[in-house]
């Protein structure tokens, strides 16, 4: 079957996604058509779930199954409609080959629409055998590359084996430059699991991304890198620095409590982040948050 991505390059005539201005002086009224059936592209992030095998097991308090019960069910009744679920790492608190198994099967009808990417509570090689269908490996990294609705999605691997805080590592550096290089007039979105930008929590910095002005130096060459999300902070922020945009969302387990000088547990309710793509660029974002509903078997 051919996918509306590939339909809609095909009737323009286009081997890159069009300007929108441009697009809409040329186009036929058949092809208008179906660039309004094109107009938005709707995408989830969620993050930091940090599942356990045990299903009553905690983390400061949150039974993590139980939020992430939550979290499905309302996605599942509101969003169904997304193109794509993209979890931005700490899936597996525990680390275990079960807990990704439970993973794969919480997430059943989602799964064709999921990308995966690590974060520092992970074990790689785990995540890449139950996922082996949904994870790219570029060299040791577990990456991803996704064209969709006009846009390019980049998913980049920033675990650091052991550390808390991330790296990305030259080589994830080159192949992200390539990536950008191939169509740079692509809207692009980049997804990885530690800010590269400080988020003026001490703590969080302190344990934030090695190589962040390397990446940054990058994204500031790129201007259609639209921007930059990720979790690991378990808050909501949006900061802008030098033209580049980041966007963090709470976590779907235990939030924490912004400026602060250690780890503080916030009781504001679990969420995740929806994204409105439009072909030219432009786009939407919001974070939802979530009320926790207890199971009597989670
Ligand atoms: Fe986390």
Redesign the pocket.
């Given at each position: 079957m051919i996918s509306l991505e590939r339909l809609f390059l095909f009737e323009c005539g286009c081997s890159t996604a069009p300007n929108g201005q441009v697009f809409s002086r040329k186009m036929s009224a058949y092809h208008r058509r179906t660039e309004v059936f094109l107009m938005t592209t709707r995408i989830v992030q969620v993050t930091?779930l940090?599942l356990m095998a045990d299903p009553l097991a905690e983390l400061k308090g949150v039974c993590t199954r139980t939020n992430l019960h939550s979290v499905l069910d309302i996605l599942r009744r509101d969003f169904g409609s997304a193109e794509r679920l993209i979890v931005t790492g700490?899936l597996a608190h525990d680390e275990l080959r079960e807990t990704y198994e439970v993973l794969r099967e919480l997430f059943g009808d989602w799964l064709p629409k999921l990308r995966l990417l690590p974060?520092n509570?992970e074990n790689r090689d785990d995540m890449r055998h139950v996922f082996s269908d949904r994870v790219t490996a570029v060299e040791d990294r577990n990456v991803f590359t996704d064209l969709i609705g006009g846009w390019r999605l980049i998913g980049l691997d920033s675990q650091l084996p052991g550390e808390v805080r991330g790296n990305l590592g030259e080589f994830q550096r080159d192949w992200l430059a390539r990536e950008l290089e191939v169509e740079p007039l692509r809207p692009t979105a980049v997804f990885l699991h530690h800010p590269p930008l400080k988020v003026g929590t001490g703590w969080l910095d302190e344990i934030g991304l090695e190589d962040s002005e390397r990446l940054l130096e990058l994204l500031r060459r790129s201007p259609q890198v639209k921007f930059v999300c990720c979790?690991?902070i378990?808050h909501e922020m949006t900061i802008t620095q030098a033209n580049v945009l980041l966007l963090t969302t709470p976590?779907t387990s235990v939030q924490f409590l912004p400026e602060t000088d250690r780890l503080v547990p916030d009781s504001v309710p679990p969420g995740f982040r929806i994204f409105d793509l439009e072909p030219d660029g432009s786009f939407r974002t919001r974070v939802v948050r979530v009320p926790i509903v207890t199971r009597t078997h989670p």
């Open positions: 930091d940090h700490d974060g509570h979790g690991h378990h976590s």
